[in-house]
């Protein structure tokens, strides 16, 4: 059975700190990992990330997949509040749907 | 492009009635998916469809739970009898043809469900 696993659960930062979310997966016919932002409404999707070791960057937040030891960080950088939200990490594999985690809750405190 | 409708956006009910929860997808997309997310489970995978046709749903946790999707702009997710435990936000959500197997999914803003 497919098992993505994201850590921490939750997590409390001040402004300006840089966090590091964690999603580690188990998935038969690995086709693609990606990163969703939920803030008390609708999952919006972050980035989609298919090959290792390349990483994706928008503004301060970025992420890297390493498909060797299975596992994607999502960083951000010069947290602010509106950074405050769910992280939501999501792997496909070679069927039609997402599997996901169970998220990371990130407050940022002034 | 107005994104993934679905309705109601709150939905309150008593311990056996029926629910009825609706998804419109985006025009074009032939994918689409019920999610369920609790606090406990996360978002679990109920059911998704794939040109009409319902592909898996194995996630749909028993017979009280059906979804039918008669044309590529409209699904349904129906609870009959309702109980405490569905008690969680339902999210619909599709992706369109041009998106391989595996890419990015579009959410609406989902359905939250309350059986007292």
């Known amino acids: 059975e497919d098992k993505v696993v994201q850590s921490p659960l939750s997590l409390v930062v001040h402004e300006g700190d840089t966090v590091t979310l964690n999603c580690s997966y188990e998935?038969?016919?690995?086709?693609?990992l990606l990163w969703y932002k939920q803030e008390k409404k609708a999952p919006t999707f972050l980035f989609m990330l298919?090959?290792?070791?390349i990483e994706k960057k928008s503004g301060r937040l970025s992420s890297i997949l390493d498909k060797k030891e299975l596992f994607s960080i999502l960083n951000i950088t010069a947290t602010q509040t509106g950074d405050s939200a769910i992280y939501l990490c999501a792997v496909g594999n070679s069927g039609y749907a997402l599997n996901f985690g169970k998220g990371t809750s990130l407050l940022v405190t002034p | 492009d107005a994104g993934v409708i679905q309705s109601p956006r709150h939905e309150v009910t008593e311990m056996g009635q029926e629910v009825t929860l609706r998804c419109k997808p985006i025009?074009?997309?032939?994918?689409l998916f019920w999610y369920r997310q609790t606090m406990m489970r996360g978002l679990e995978l109920l059911i998704y469809?794939?040109?009409?046709?319902?592909?898996?749903d194995s996630g749909m946790p028993e017979d009280r739970f059906s979804a039918k999707m008669p044309n590529a702009s409209f699904s349904t997710l129906k609870i009959q009898p309702s109980e405490p435990r569905d008690s969680a936000v339902y999210f619909c959500a599709s992706r369109g043809g041009a998106q391989v197997l595996a890419g990015e999914l579009f959410f609406g803003e989902g359905s939250r469900l309350t059986v007292l």
């Open positions: 025009s074009g997309h032939n994918s």
């Open positions: 469809f794939n040109n009409n046709v319902p592909i898996d």
């Open positions: 298919t090959s290792s070791g």
């Open positions: 998935v038969t016919n690995f086709r693609s």
